[in-house]
């Protein structure tokens, strides 16, 4: 008997994928890459107010769009909840039975009350603005009847698999995008800066802003904390990212992984799914014997690289193997490192497709075509003609034009994304 055919260990469940939409177009091209599910904010009682969030017939579609390729749809209805908030909740609660979403994602107790009144036959999954730490909480968030729990993001690995080994529902993990320097949901920088709750959607992002010091006898003298000559950023976390993590945290029994960003670009979306799609895609495929040792299964570093492009403020595994330290932050600046752009996404499939361009495009232009899965396609713009017929040597952002390459892109699929290397 070889060594294959006498392991223990089995290949463990695949979780779900799930990733956010922060309107249609960025439902389709999360659909495009590789989402088993998606997760969506109404007009109503949703963090992320800036989002774009979905009206009650754009969610229809929405959901009858997601449903046609195989993929579930969860609604946040995530606020911190005042009194105020409750006028028009249960009828928000009955259209979105009848929308046939697949799950509510709730933090306030208040509204998860209501919920399970209203429409108990909706599975709820307790968003991380709960701040489930410890398997006692996760037990008691059960017994109440929610099927999922959306763990903070705070926890380690063992921690997780503790309150995996102590409770029997869905847990969900936060596994790549930006992450508070508080507890999500504990933060009230926005509300005394700015005015705006980050806990009613509403966040301003002022761990992001640069920060000078003062001496109390010296008002209005600002004295620079300099990392760099752009100042310091000392609320400024760099963003989580668990790829390397992803055999620990399946052997774990992590029922669903969760990708941050409803506010985030397309070019985001599309990127970061793919990647954690390809990587769970080779994960399924490795033989039982693999998974005897999840610590030691080793993605192909394309994968890294990959997530590395999508534009990160660097990147960490903030609490996942123990507490993160002061190299966890970014301390010179709040931007995003983009080393590649998107160029331009598809919106009609043809022997040459019709592209709606994002950034400038010019003949000439080396760009690559994001497949799904890890790799791309490099090819040379050598034609652009518009929607009329007439020739464009440059495409500004927002132009719509069939784009001939070479070699040529004819089996490009709805909202597949055009990029460019800017190190090239
Ligand atoms: S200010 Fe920053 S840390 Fe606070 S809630 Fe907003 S994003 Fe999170």
Redo the contacts with the bound molecule.
């Keep these: 008997m070889d060594k294959k055919e006498s392991s223990k260990a089995a290949v463990p469940v695949i979780p779900e994928l799930l990733a956010p939409a922060g309107n249609f177009e960025k439902m389709v091209t999360a659909i495009h890459y590789g989402a088993d599910a998606v997760y969506m904010g109404g007009r109503q009682f949703s963090l992320r107010a800036k989002a774009g969030n979905f009206s009650d017939s754009a969610m229809e579609k929405a959901v009858r769009t997601a449903h046609s390729h195989g993929v579930k749809v969860y609604v946040t209805i995530n606020i911190l909840a005042h009194n105020r908030d409750f006028v028009d909740l249960d009828d928000y609660l009955l259209r979105l039975r009848h929308t046939g979403v697949d799950g509510l994602i709730i933090a306030d107790p208040g509204i998860l009350y209501r919920a399970m009144k209203m429409v108990p036959e909706i599975p709820v999954h307790l968003s991380t603005q709960a701040n489930v730490t410890n398997a006692q909480a996760a037990e008691f968030w059960f017994d109440q009847g929610v099927q999922r729990l959306n763990l903070a993001r705070e926890l380690s690995l063992e921690e997780i698999r503790e309150v995996r080994a102590s409770c029997a529902g869905e847990l969900e993990i936060f596994v790549h995008g930006a992450i508070?320097?508080?507890y999500s949901g504990r933060?009230m920088?926005?509300n005394y800066m700015t005015g705006r709750d980050?806990n009613q959607g509403a966040?301003a992002?002022?761990?992001r802003y640069s920060y000078k010091l003062i001496e109390e006898k010296r008002p209005g003298e600002y004295f620079p904390v300099e990392e760099d000559e752009r100042g310091t950023y000392i609320?400024n976390s760099k963003d989580l990212c668990l790829l390397e993590g992803l055999p620990e945290l399946i052997a774990a029994g992590a029922s669903s992984l969760k990708i941050e960003g409803r506010m985030k670009s397309i070019f985001y979306v599309g990127g970061v799914t793919r990647i954690y799609r390809a990587a769970l895609d080779y994960l399924k495929g490795l033989p039982a014997v693999a998974w005897e040792n999840p610590d030691k299964i080793v993605l192909p570093s394309v994968f890294l690289e990959e997530i590395k492009k999508t534009g990160t403020r660097g990147i960490t595994e903030n609490f996942f193997r123990g507490a993160p330290a002061s190299s966890e932050m970014i301390y010179d600046s709040p931007r995003v490192a983009m080393r590649v752009e998107p160029v331009a996404v598809i919106r009609k499939q043809g022997k040459v497709p019709l592209v709606e361009a994002r950034n400038v495009i010019e003949t000439g232009d080396v760009v690559e075509y994001m497949l799904p899965g890890a790799s791309t396609v490099s090819v040379t713009v050598v034609r652009m003609v518009n929607e009329k017929g007439q020739e464009q040597q440059r495409a500004n952002p927002g132009n719509r034009l069939y784009l001939h390459t070479d070699p040529g892109l004819p089996l490009l699929k709805m909202n597949g994304i055009i990029r460019r290397d800017k190190q090239r």
């Design positions: 508070c320097i508080s933060c920088l926005s980050a966040c992002h002022p761990c609320f």
